[in-house]
T-cell receptor, first 112, second 112 residues
Framework: GENVEQHPSTLSVQEGDSAVIKCTYSDSASNYFPWYKQELGKRPQLIIDIRSNVGEKKDQRIAVTLNKTAKHFSLHITETQPEDSAVYFC???????????FGTGTSLTVIP | SQTIHQWPATLVQPVGSPLSLECTVEGTSNPNLYWYRQAAGRGLQLLFY??????ISSEVPQNLSASRPQDRQFILSSKKLLLSDSGFYLCAWSMGRSTRAFFGQGTRLTVV
């Protein structure tokens, strides 16, 4: 089955700086890669996703990049704000199965 | 638009008691449905998923079970709770393989 690894587990940045979270996956059949943000005590919320036929996708301050050859994808948050503080999860899924495989999460703290 | 409802939001149950958590989805047909568990400060563990009525796939063996009696209803059950069953239980839905998944609000279960 798929194995998704996520790094770092914790990340602290100063407000206004950029944050980068990286994930790797093992199954070359994986073709869909969503990112979720989970605030304390709340449900994970989808913030951005990318498909394997695209190398990069951007939505305002958030961007995701995908390197299919190396089997890794990354979340980039620019101009971080305190409200970006949360746990972020990457995930992978393929059209050969119905599961989503999640990374172990990154706790991001943006210091004002 | 589609919505997902999950209840109750919090639950305190004694060891050995039964459990029933319910999740329903509105505004769509034949969704994939998922149950995840999240231990405190940990990642998302897939417990069960379902691609149709009566079709349940189990990811990990434990004293929990799932049922899908109706197209948009997913139930998580246990006959006898263990202390280790405490956690944040999340229901999610998606429209099939490699598509966006959305989470319910979650149920925080404490077994005492």
């Amino acid at each position: 089955g798929e194995n998704v690894e996520q790094h770092p587990s914790t990340l602290s940045v100063q407000e206004g700086d950029s944050a980068v979270i990286k994930c790797t996956y093992s199954d070359s059949a994986s073709n869909y890669f969503p990112w979720y943000k989970q605030e304390l005590g709340k449900r994970p919320q989808l913030i951005i996703d990318i498909r394997s036929n695209v190398g990069e996708k951007k939505d305002q301050r958030i961007a995701v990049t995908l390197n299919k050859t190396a089997k890794h994808f990354s979340l980039h948050i620019t101009e971080t704000q305190p409200e970006d503080s949360a746990v972020y999860f990457c995930a992978a899924s393929s059209n050969t199965g119905n599961q989503f495989y999640f990374g172990t999460g990154t706790s991001l703290t943006v210091i004002p | 638009s589609q919505t997902i409802h999950q209840w109750p939001a919090t639950l305190v149950q004694p060891v050995g008691s039964p459990l029933s958590l319910e999740c329903t989805v509105e505004g769509t047909s034949n969704p994939n449905l998922y149950w995840y568990r999240q231990a405190a400060g940990r990642g998302l563990q897939l417990l069960f998923y379902s691609v149709g009525i009566g079709q349940i796939s189990s990811e990990v063996p434990q004293n929990l079970s799932a049922s899908r009696p109706q197209d948009r209803q997913f139930i998580l059950s246990s006959k006898k709770l263990l202390l280790s069953d405490s956690g944040f239980y999340l229901c999610a839905w998606s429209m099939g393989r490699s598509t966006r998944a959305f989470f319910g609000q979650g149920t925080r279960l404490t077994v005492v």
